[in-house]
């Protein structure tokens, strides 16, 4: 609102100068649990434990990254949980895709009805399925693999995926559709040849989105998931607790190697996740 | 031309509705059923026990505790990092050098995993070094070492304002954008016309905001009852319960004592709620969009 309103210089003030302090303050209180995390990871423990978490160190300390990063099982957990992130990134745009292309395209009597009841499935609580699910994957033995995460996964992220999908075809001309269909284009041709092409900022913001979402979390393998080889970073860094539970610096260090690809898809895609997270502003 | 519409339509619908048919509605028929039964999550067999599962929700002197604190972590939810961010948002929807940066810094926490979120506000709140009680130390010269998680009177507050941090960034980017909507040239007309900068807010643009209330009050009831991981990480609804809600409550019956039926009851009330407030939101989405097409 303000940004068509240039102040005009008239005499002096006082309240650009103003806000900028406040916000300032506030950013830096907003900047100090992470910050925490990152001073920790940088102390040895000794020093911590003399009460001096909070304070800039001396020297850089880099033992406990050498210690997190050398810890077998944090490989693991590592690479399980891409294992579990691209598949379901990939597989929940996929389906997002697909059912996005004719809930936007292809409309029949009944899909908006259709549509509200697939994206009313971002809403609810997960707890509402979990015991089904549980039974369910336990049935068919899957349960303490990353089958189960993956595929629940792929499922909760068709709501989002075909709400953002629908909308964005919706942008696209439907004019473009009908000229490739009277040249002998097939319905998936013009899926994947002439929609899908203009769709990549969608496609980036979904894959932002899905990425950090199911990279996080936190629920579904802990649920399906029991022996130490089968968890994700995020369960892991909670079972690894125990065997630093005074190592404050490596957890930190540990908290920091989580949260890297997260807050490296979120720098470089920033202005696509806050779009995401705009547009989409549903998903929890 | 129509049939092989119909053909297409069926083709490219075919995956996405089994997949999320199969393990996201029925699913949720089959919570339905098991609130029915006293299945204990290994046993093949179970039995029928009518609505006992739900009459021992009237009972559970647990459950009503978690519905209280649900309650109270879903207001606390809703005001807090709504008020904030929307202060936030009135501070940067301006032209300020770094607004760039102001905006990261708030909503990075949002990327955060709810682990990584409680770990960092473990640190803060521990006794003996953590910031808080060294803050509080400096300040007031005084010994301070509460331990906030593990009152039971601060426990639950502790992890709300851990949660509000996280949070405030999305309702911020949320009404950021509503702002963007707001016409620059009626607020123009406005301060020509007298009105003071209070004015313009509580009259002008709060009102015409309305669309991203609606939008970030839904978000946080619906996040709040979903709210599980950072408890679970920060204080496992403990000390005493007195930090249980119903996402951990259920949780808890299921996977801890393995009631999976009594669980399963606890799930289905919990998705009324959430149906209930979907309803609401949809209802006044309904309404915002015929107000402010």
Known sequence: MAESTPMPARRFDPWPATIFVMLAVLAVLFLLPTAGVVLSSLKTTHDISMGDLWSLPATLYLGNFREALSNPSVHRYLLNTLLVTLPATTGSITLGVLAGYVFAKLPFRGSNALFLVLVAGMFFPPQAILVPLFRMFNAVGLIDTLWPVI??????????????????????????????????ASEWQVLTRVVLPLSLPALAVLAVLQFTWIWNDFLW????????????IMIGIVNL???????????????????????????FFQRYFIKGMTMGAVKG | MNRQNRIWRTALLAAPLAVFGLFVVWPLMSSFYYSF??????????????FANFGKIVTDRLFLNATINTAIWMVAAIVLPTALGLGLALLLDRKLPGARFFKSVFYLPICLSAVIVGQIWIWIYQPDWGLLNT??????????????????????WSVIVAWSWQQTGLSMVIYLAGLTGIPGDLLEVCEIEGASPWQRLRRVVLPLLTPSTVVVVALSVINS????????????????????????????????????????????????????????????????DRIYG
């Open chain 1, 221 to 232: 393998p802990l649920i399906f998931t029991k022996s130490d080889d089968k968890r994700t």
């Open chain 1, 151 to 184: 595929v629940v996964h792929t499922a909760l992220g068709i709501p989002i995926c075909t709400l953002l999908m629908r909308n964005f075809f919706a942008t696209v001309p439907n004019a473009l559709r009908e000229a490739a269909i009277m040249e002998g």
């Open chain 1, 241 to 267: 607790k125990g065997q630093y539970s005074v190592a404050w610096g490596v957890q930190g260090a540990l908290s920091l190697v989580a949260s890297l690809p997260t807050l490296a898809v979120f720098l």
């Open chain 2, 37 to 50: 039964t006293n299945w204990n999550g290994f046993n093949p067999n179970y039995d029928f026990v009518g």
């Open chain 2, 225 to 288: 009852l979903k709210g599980f991981d950072i408890l679970y990480i920060m204080t496992g609804g403990g000390p005493f319960n007195s930090s249980d809600t119903l996402a951990m409550h259920m949780y808890n019956e299921s996977f801890a004592k393995f009631r999976m039926g009594y669980g399963s009851a606890i799930s289905v009330v919990l998705f009324l709620i959430a149906m209930v407030v979907i309803g609401l939101y949809f209802r006044q989405l309904r309404k915002v």
């Open chain 2, 135 to 156: 803050v509080l130390r400096h300040v007031t010269g005084a010994e301070h070492n509460w331990a906030w998680l593990a009152r039971p009177n601060t426990a639950l």
